[in-house]
């Protein structure tokens, strides 16, 4: 599997002398805010080519995959089709994983950052609203107990959900407290 792994990543970073000089356009363009259609289409190719090629260590070769934009200007994938529950893992761990791989591949292949969202079956989507729904039911009963909620400890995007959701109600504050894996949102009610 490990030999397998490697070949991949070859033949993926096989292609990478001869786009180098396509990103370098790319990122002339980022840094000026002015990225084309064509930038945003050579971008989602690149993840997609990626994703397609780590899926198929998974067995997965019947892949759809949407893409879209973001309200933050994020450049969302959302990829379904054939059986990813494995690809989502226990409370989002291996999507997370995903997520990650992806995002450091096209920073370090494109020499700058740009948001790439990876999403299986709109999970991150249904997710979001789950902590939406979970934060504004904590500050609820931290402003009826006139006290502070603890929530479960959640991952830095997870958190940052949480956070935007209460930014706007005044009733309560909210920061985060403890260490990573651990580390948690506290929703204090504060006079208002």
Do not use: W
């Amino acid at each position: 599997m490990e030999d397998e792994l490697l070949e991949a990543t070859d033949v993926i970073t096989a292609g990478d002398a001869a786009t180098d000089d396509e990103f370098s356009l790319v990122r002339e363009h980022f840094e000026a805010d002015a990225l084309t259609d064509e930038d945003m289409d050579l971008i989602a190719d690149t993840a997609i080519s990626l994703i397609r090629e780590l899926v198929l260590f998974f067995g997965e070769d019947r892949l759809v995959i949407d893409e879209y934009d973001g309200d933050e200007g994020e450049l969302i994938l959302d990829l379904s089709g054939g059986d990813l529950a494995v690809l989502i893992g226990r409370h989002g761990r291996t999507l997370d994983a995903l997520q990650m791989i992806v995002s450091s591949f096209m920073s370090n292949k494109m020499k700058f950052h740009y948001p790439i969202v990876v999403d299986i079956e709109g999970y991150k989507s249904r997710r979001k609203e789950k902590l939406e729904s979970l934060a504004r039911s904590a500050a609820a009963r931290a402003c009826r107990q006139h006290g502070s909620v603890r929530l479960a400890p959640m991952n830095a995007y997870e958190r940052r959900i949480v956070h935007l959701a209460l930014l706007g109600d005044d009733e309560v504050s909210t920061h985060s407290e403890g260490e990573e894996p651990e580390r948690r949102v506290v929703v204090t009610y504060v006079r208002a």
